[in-house]
T-cell receptor, first 113, second 116 residues
Framework: DTEVTQTPKHLVMGMTNKKSLKCEQH?????MYWYKQKAKKPPELMFV???????INESVPSRFSPECPNSSLLNLHLHALQPEDSALYLCASRENINTDTQYFGPGTRLTVL | AQKITQTQPGMFVQEKEAVTLDCTYDTSDPSYGLFWYKQPSSGEMIFLIY??????QNATEGRYSLNFQKARKSANLVISASQLGDSAMYFC?????????????FGDGTTLTVKP
């Protein structure tokens, strides 16, 4: 099973709202990723977790707050977002940061009004 | 630093014909992995094929093959017998070795349209 799940599929929020995106995998992978993708552009790396510890933060604004409560679950907490944060947010995982194939979830399409 | 270049923003192919999507890369890591992903309009990134930098043979997965030319730093994707369902955006990506551990670098993508 190479499935990464993400909820919700779609999210519309106002600039004052607080919401969370959820990502889950049961492949025993210990590296998990958040990417942001704008239309017709490549994914941009936001965060990397390795063994539940934040390994890479690509200078993401603090209105995005990642959390890795356990090895299967990755959250992205959103607060006071801007309309330009509207994008597809993709979660991905791999066995660890030094192994190869990375598996992506279906993404959450976020619209900030 | 790693860099992936895809020079074809858009490509057209007739159904049942083969098509090659170009990808060149640059890295200072001696060990790296190269990937191709397909992204239909639904948004999901679908893993297609992987090539390790030390692999002696070109990777193949069904109708997909990766034409790996290490000296030229190219990793082109060949899709044989194109189908209408192959219409999508295709990304070439690289995973770096120790100096870039954990990061994947993506090219700008190529939009493939398969014509009936």
């Amino acid at each position: 099973d190479t499935e990464v799940t993400q909820t919700p599929k779609h999210l519309v929020m106002g600039m004052t709202n607080k919401k969370s995106l959820k990502c889950e995998q049961h492949m025993g992978h210990r590296a998990m990723y958040w990417y942001k993708q704008k239309a017709k552009k490549p994914p941009e790396l936001m965060f990397v977790y390795s063994y539940e510890k934040l390994s890479i933060n690509e200078s993401v604004p603090s209105r995005f707050s990642p959390e890795c409560p356990n090895s299967s679950l990755l959250n992205l907490h959103l607060h006071a977002l801007q309309p330009e944060d509207s994008a597809l947010y993709l979660c991905a995982s791999r066995e660890n940061i030094n192994t190869d194939t990375q598996y992506f979830g279906p993404g959450t399409r976020l619209t900030v009004l | 630093a790693q860099k992936i270049t895809q020079t074809q923003p858009g490509m057209f192919v007739q159904e049942k014909e083969a098509v090659t999507l170009d990808c060149t890369y640059d890295t200072s890591d001696p060990s790296y992995g190269l990937f191709w992903y397909k992204q239909p309009s639904s948004g999901e990134m679908i893993f297609l094929i992987y090539q390790g930098s030390y692999d002696q043979q070109n990777a193949t997965e069904g109708r997909y093959s990766l034409n790996f030319q290490k000296a030229r730093k190219s990793a082109n994707l060949v899709i044989s017998a194109s189908q209408l369902g192959d219409s999508a955006m295709y990304f070439c990506a690289m995973r770096g070795g120790n100096t870039n551990a954990g990061k994947s670098t993506f090219g700008d993508g190529t939009t493939l349209t398969v014509k009936p």
